[in-house]
């Protein structure tokens, strides 16, 4: 079954569908904000770039993470510079300018969009729906939730096929999927570990969806659903508490609040697992990585964090041994234990 999942490996398939939105995001800082002029002045850090260009430190990070993944930047001592690439094609004062053939898509929504995320903050509605809301408030709607759950149901029938064959929970007895969606991974995991409990935690009436897809599974007897919210408390008993794309729909704060909520009610020696789209500690890739933020930026509060900001994340909750795995399609495992 390995060899056939690695021959015939959809990594770049789930990319084509992730990276949608990088491209917009560079036709809108070339475009709006003449970003690649600004930088050719000088080294700038990154409060600066917010600063003189008015922009949200969140998406300013999604931005210059691209930018450096693409090689249109580079980082020297927390300061920006461009690219020679960059200098000589992106600025429009270069007699080599490609500004003027990127304007030419200004009007695309997305661009647009993009424009307004940057300067506010604030996600724009998803996948650029007219008149539509943000990814929390959608999936207030039983429609949206249950058409959503499907499709990331889709993408975890690899996903977490992996993600289960790479996480040893043979000394693990008892597994809470938070935020679980539609449970495959919780499905997954179980089908390996014969000997674990598992139980998914979703909101209504994202709980309803996730029944309906394990029951779906015929893994029904094996893994179950309660309804909760995981901004409050947890329910107790697990040593195993997995968080799978989950932490990049949210902003720092919003994490740490996870962190220390699973730090409370794990039990002791259990094992907090966060399995996710991360960059690399210096935040310049995988270039996969920087494309599938964007999206998230734009339609989310989060976006994806490098493995060094999630890891410090749960040591100041209190977890120790952390430990980093890949896992497949450029995710990540971000494993930390209980003491």
Not at 98 to 126: D, H, I
Not at 225 to 234: K, R, T, Y
Request: charged share 20%.
């Amino acid at each position: 079954m390995k060899g056939y999942l690695l021959q015939n490996d959809p990594s770049r398939l789930l990319r084509y569908r992730d990276s949608i939105y990088a491209s917009d995001l560079l036709v809108c800082a070339i475009v709006y904000f003449d970003f690649f002029t600004f930088l050719k002045r000088g080294p700038r850090a990154l409060d600066e770039i917010c600063d003189k260009l008015r922009i949200q430190p969140r998406p300013a990070d999604v931005l210059m993470s691209l930018l450096l993944s693409m090689a249109l930047v580079e980082n020297r001592g927390q300061r920006y510079t461009l690219t020679d690439l960059s200098a000589m094609y992106l600025a429009s004062d270069s007699p080599n300018s490609l500004v003027p053939y990127y304007a030419s898509l200004k009007n695309r929504p997305q661009c647009m969009e993009f424009r307004q995320v940057l300067q506010t903050g604030r996600p724009a509605g998803w996948s650029s729906k007219k008149e539509g809301e943000d990814w929390v408030r959608s999936m207030q709607n039983q429609e949206f939730a249950d058409s959503f759950t499907v499709a990331m149901d889709s993408r975890g029938a690899f996903l977490a096929r992996r993600l289960a064959e790479t996480f040893n929970l043979t000394q693990h007895s008892a597994l809470l999927d938070i935020a679980g969606g539609s449970g495959i991974y919780a499905c997954s995991i179980a089908q390996v570990n014969g000997h674990l409990a598992a139980t998914v935690l979703e909101v209504p009436p994202v709980d309803f969806a996730a029944s309906q897809s394990i029951e779906s599974k015929g893994m029904s007897s094996r893994v179950n659903v309660v309804a909760g919210d995981m901004f409050d408390e947890l329910p107790m008993g697990y040593d195993v508490h997995l968080f799978s794309n989950t932490f990049h729909d949210w902003d720092i704060d919003s994490i740490e609040r996870l962190s220390a909520n699973s730090f409370r009610s794990l039990s002791t020696g259990g094992t907090i697992a966060v399995f996710d789209a991360h960059l690399n500690q210096f935040k310049n890739g995988p270039l996969s990585v920087a494309e599938y933020s964007c999206l998230l930026m734009h339609s989310t509060q989060g976006k994806c964090y490098a493995t060094t900001e999630i890891s410090d994340i749960l040591m100041s909750s209190g977890f120790g041994q952390v430990k980093v795995t890949d896992v497949a399609a450029d995710r990540t495992l971000i494993t930390g234990k209980k003491d």
